[in-house]
Nanobody, 122 residues
Framework: QVQLVESGGGLVQAGGSLRLSCAAS????????MGWFRQAPGKDREFVAT????????IYADSVKGRFTISRDNAKNTVYLQMNSLKPEDTAVYYC???????????????WGQGTQVTVSS
C-alpha cells in the first residue's frame, strides 16, 4: 500500500520560508518521479514542481521559479520543497504526488498525499 505523508506546513509571514517534506512508503521510491501541487480555496489544483527519479531533472511553475526548490533523498524515501520569499498568493494546501512517468505537470499522478496547509500572511 502506497503512502505519501506531507509535513512542514504552517503559518508564515510574507517573505519568510518553509520547508515541506513528503515521506513515501510502499513503493520503490527511486523509480518514481515526485511532484508538488497546491490548491487554494475555490481554485483548481495547480502544478508547483516535479523532480525526476534520480533528482537530475526538475521543472517548476513560472509562479514559483527562483523561489522554490524541489529535491529528493532516495536513501530516505523523501522529497522536499524548500519555499523562500513566500507571498500571500502561495497560500494553499500543498500535496505531494508520485508517478512512474517523468516530467508530468498535470495533476494525473498515480499516488497522492493528504496535503499540508501553508498560509502566508501579509
Amino acid at each position: 500500500q502506497v503512502q505519501l505523508v506531507e509535513s512542514g506546513g504552517g503559518l508564515v509571514q510574507a517573505g519568510g520560508s518553509l520547508r515541506l517534506s513528503c515521506a513515501a512508503s510502499g513503493l520503490t521510491f527511486s523509480r518514481y518521479a515526485m511532484g508538488w501541487f497546491r490548491q487554494a480555496p475555490g481554485k483548481d489544483r495547480e502544478f508547483v514542481a516535479t523532480i525526476s527519479w534520480s533528482g537530475g531533472r526538475t521543472i517548476y511553475a513560472d509562479s514559483v521559479k527562483g523561489r522554490f526548490t524541489i529535491s529528493r533523498d532516495n536513501a530516505k524515501n523523501t522529497v522536499y520543497l524548500q519555499m523562500n520569499s513566500l507571498k500571500p498568493e502561495d497560500t494553499a494546501v500543498y500535496y505531494c504526488a508520485a508517478d512512474s512517468r517523468e516530467r508530468m505537470t498535470s495533476p494525473t499522478y498515480n499516488y497522492w498525499g493528504q496535503g499540508t496547509q501553508v498560509t502566508v500572511s501579509s
